[in-house]
C-alpha cells in the first residue's frame, strides 16, 4: 500500500490489510475488489483499485484505475465516492492533470450512447459526486483541473452524441439546429447557418459538387466563440461534416459502410471543442467553420473526370468521387480567411492510408509550421490524446498533377494521407495551418462501435495551453 492506502487502511480498522493478508486482491492495474460491511471509518464500503506495478504507475494506469472504479460504482447504489489514487500524487503527471484525466475519466466511464433500442433501459448510474484527495500544496491546480475536465467532458459528450447518431436522424439540417441549440445555451457562442443559394453564391464549388447527388441540402455552420479580448484575432477549427458517405459514384464497398455516419467526426470535434470552451469560459476566440453535407450517387451526382472550381478560384479534377472531404475542407478553409485567423486547424476523417499508417492510437498531424505543429503535438501528449507529425512536402504535392485543371483531387495509392494533406496544403498560402486526419481515432468499430470523443481533448488542450 502507498501512504494514502495506508491511510485508509487505518481509518477502516485495518479492513484492507485483512483482504491482502488473504491474497483475495492482487492489485493488477485497473483490477477491482470492494470491501463492504465496514463498521469502522468514514464510508459504508471501499473499492479497491490496482494500479499495477510501481515502477510501471504513471498516467495510463491511472486513468484506467479510474475509469475501472467508476464503471464499478455505476452498477451499485453508491450515490457518492471519494478517490484515494492521485493522494499521493501521480508520477510524470502535474496535480492539474491529475484531476482533469480523473473528471474526464469518470465522464467517459458514464457515458451512454443514446441509442434507439426499445428494450428496457438499464438503470442510470446513482452515482452524483465524486471528490478527490490531493495535498493541500496542490488544491488549487486541482480545482483548475477540475473546472477544465468538466467543460472538455461536457465536449465530448456532444462530440460523441452527434457522432453515434443515425445519418437519417443527423442530417445537415441537423447539426444546423444542434448549433443553434449550442449558441442559446451559451451566451459567448454566436452562430450563423448559411444555406445552398448563399453557399453558390460565395462560389463554393468544391463544396457543392460533393452534395449534387444528395436530396439532403447543405449547411455551412458558421460559430464563433468569444472569450478573450475584442478584436484579438481567432483561432479557426474547420471540421469535415460528411453525415453520411458512400463514395459517390466511386461507390464504397458494402462493408462496413454503415461505419461511414463518424464521417461527420471532424464537424462534431468543433461543436465539442466550442461546448468546452464555452463551459470552461476560456480567455480564446475561435471560429468555427462546418461545411456539412451527405456524399451520395445519383443522376445528378458528381462523377470521375468532372472538373468544379474552388472559392479560391482554383480548379479541380475530380479523379475520384469518394475523396470528398478534401473538397468541403478547402473551401471551408479559404472561407475562414475573412476572420483574418492566427492559426487555422482542419479536423477530419480524411483518408483510409491513415488508419493503415497509424491505427486507432495516434491522429495524423501534418503542417509546415514547425512552431504550431509541437504545440499540437505536446497538446496530445499532455491530454493523452496523441497526434503523430507526418510531413507535407512539394514532392507529394507533384503528385497532384492534372492534364486537365489547377489540380486533381487524388493521387496513387502511395501515401495517400499525405497527399490529401498536401491538396489541403495548395489552398493555405499566408496561412498558419495544421491538418488533424482523425480517421482512425475519432471512433472504434466492432463490438465496441461508437464515437471516441477525440480529438476534443487535443484540441481544448491546445487553445487553452497552447494557442
Aim: charged fraction near 25%; charge should be positive.
Amino acid at each position: 500500500l502507498a501512504e494514502a492506502g495506508r491511510k485508509v487502511d487505518r481509518a477502516s480498522g485495518g479492513a484492507i490489510s485483512r483482504v491482502l493478508k488473504r491474497g483475495d486482491f492482487s492489485g493488477k492495474a485497473a483490477e477491482t475488489f470492494p470491501i463492504v460491511g465496514l463498521r469502522r471509518g468514514p464510508a459504508e464500503r471501499i473499492l479497491l483499485v490496482g494500479l499495477g506495478p510501481k515502477a510501471g504507475f504513471g498516467r495510463k494506469p491511472y486513468r484506467r484505475a479510474v475509469y475501472a472504479a467508476t464503471q464499478w460504482l455505476a452498477k451499485t447504489g453508491a450515490a457518492n465516492a471519494v478517490s484515494w489514487l492521485a493522494a499521493d500524487g501521480v508520477p510524470g503527471i502535474e496535480p492539474y492533470y491529475a484531476a482533469r484525466q480523473a473528471v474526464e475519466s469518470v465522464n467517459n466511464a458514464l457515458y451512454r450512447i443514446p441509442d434507439r433500442k426499445t428494450a428496457k433501459k438499464p438503470p442510470v448510474p446513482k452515482l452524483t459526486h465524486v471528490g478527490l484527495v490531493v495535498a493541500d500544496a496542490d488544491a488549487a491546480n486541482a480545482e483548475r483541473g477540475v473546472k477544465d475536465g468538466r467543460g472538455i467532458s461536457a465536449g465530448s459528450a456532444l462530440m460523441k452524441d452527434l457522432a453515434n447518431l443515425p445519418a437519417n436522424v443527423c442530417t445537415p439540417r441537423y447539426l444546423a439546429d444542434a448549433a443553434k441549440t449550442l449558441a442559446k445555451e451559451h451566451k459567448a457562442v454566436r452562430v450563423q447557418v448559411l444555406e445552398e443559394p448563399e453557399i453558390r453564391r460565395l462560389g463554393m464549388g468544391s463544396f457543392l459538387s460533393v452534395t449534387r447527388g444528395s436530396e439532403e441540402p447543405p449547411r455551412l455552420i458558421v460559430f464563433e466563440y468569444s472569450g478573450g479580448r475584442k478584436g484579438e484575432a481567432p483561432v479557426a477549427l474547420v471540421g469535415k461534416g460528411i453525415t453520411f458517405d458512400t463514395g459517390g459514384i466511386s461507390l464504397k464497398q458494402p462493408s462496413g459502410m454503415d461505419e461511414m455516419k463518424f464521417d461527420m467526426s471532424g464537424a462534431a470535434s468543433v461543436f465539442g471543442s466550442i461546448k468546452a470552451l464555452a463551459t470552461i469560459a476560456a480567455p480564446i476566440n475561435v471560429v468555427g467553420i462546418v461545411p456539412t453535407c451527405e456524399n451520395m450517387p445519383s443522376g445528378r451526382a458528381t462523377k470521375p473526370g468532372d472538373i468544379v472550381t474552388s472559392m479560391a478560384g482554383k480548379t479541380i479534377e475530380v479523379l475520384n468521387t469518394d475523396a470528398e472531404g478534401r473538397l468541403i475542407l478547402c473551401d471551408g478553409i479559404t472561407y475562414s480567411r475573412r476572420f483574418k485567423p492566427r492559426a487555422v486547424v482542419d479536423i477530419a476523417t480524411l483518408t483510409g492510408a491513415c488508419v493503415v499508417a497509424l491505427g486507432a492510437h495516434y491522429c495524423g498531424l501534418f503542417s509546415p509550421d514547425e512552431k504550431l505543429a509541437e504545440s499540437l503535438s505536446a497538446a496530445g501528449e499532455r491530454a493523452d490524446d496523441r497526434a503523430w507529425r507526418l510531413p507535407v512536402a512539394e514532392e507529394y504535392s507533384e503528385l497532384l498533377k492534372s492534364n486537365f485543371a489547377d489540380m486533381a483531387n487524388v493521387a496513387g495509392r502511395e501515401a495517400g494521407a499525405i497527399t490529401a494533406a498536401c491538396f489541403l496544403w495548395k489552398f493555405t498560402d499566408g496561412l498558419k495551418w495544421a491538418h488533424l486526419d482523425i480517421a482512425g481515432s475519432a471512433y472504434l468499430t466492432g463490438t465496441h462501435k461508437g464515437s471516441t470523443g477525440r480529438p476534443v481533448p487535443l484540441l481544448v488542450d491546445w487553445l487553452l495551453h497552447g494557442a
